[in-house]
């Protein structure tokens, strides 16, 4: 293989923001009873727009037509002040040079402010994709092939890297190899030819080295 490209998911996977982003319903919401931890594995990588579907059919009631722009201005706020980057990842930037992109699900104005508070924006630049942009979200392929096609890899060039069983699938379905972080002994899927699951992100540069050594169709 003469190269491969590497596509980061954002989201509980480059930045430790899923709990801030859950945390924020439990502030604007105080009438859910789940915790933190239940609340984040509930919607780990799901769009924005089911969620407050499920919401809604877990309260019996319809959200504020104002909701999703209160939510969007908490997760902002908690964002600025709270958001850190996983453990690992400056280092694992550091010592991987293969091209690299980022596929969010994330808004593209939340993109960058995460990137930036988290100091990871210099190692992207605009090597940015956002699912609004196409109108493809997880576990649709979309995103990914579209991130493949616009830094000029074929599919099973592309090592995606993912937290979410939703961007597990999604980077599977799209043709590439998938590897899942799982931290602090999280649920992972069933590491296959497809998926390499890890839990430590500087075990990721070797990983990736390995496949871009064997190539995988």
């Not at 690299?100 to 605009?126: E, R």
Request: aromatic share 10%.
């Amino acid at each position: 293989m003469a190269g491969i490209c590497v596509i980061f998911d954002l989201d509980g996977t480059l930045v430790d923001s899923e709990g801030l982003c859950n945390q924020a319903f439990l502030d604007l919401l105080p009438q859910l009873n789940d915790t933190l931890g239940t609340l984040t594995q509930r919607y780990r990588g799901k769009k924005l727009a089911h969620i407050l579907a499920d919401l809604e059919a877990r309260l019996c009631q319809g959200l504020p037509d104002a909701f999703e722009r209160r939510y969007r201005q908490r997760v902002e706020e908690l964002f600025a002040h709270e958001l850190k980057p996983m453990p690992g990842v400056f280092e694992m930037l550091e010592a991987m040079n293969f091209p690299k992109c980022i596929a969010s699900s994330g808004p593209p104005a939340k993109i960058p402010q995460a990137l930036q508070v988290s100091g990871l924006a210099p190692y992207f630049g605009d090597a940015i994709f956002s699912s609004y942009e196409i109108g493809s979200w997880k576990p649709e392929p979309g995103i990914f092939q579209y991130a493949a096609k616009a830094t000029g890899f074929m599919p099973s060039q592309c090592a995606a890297v993912e937290d979410s069983e939703v961007g597990v699938r999604a980077a599977t379905a799209a043709g590439m190899k998938a590897f899942q972080y799982v931290p602090n002994g999280g649920a992972s899927l069933r590491q296959n030819g497809f998926v390499t699951p890890f839990d430590d992100m500087l075990s990721l540069p070797q990983l990736l080295a390995h496949f871009a050594g064997h190539g995988h169709a």
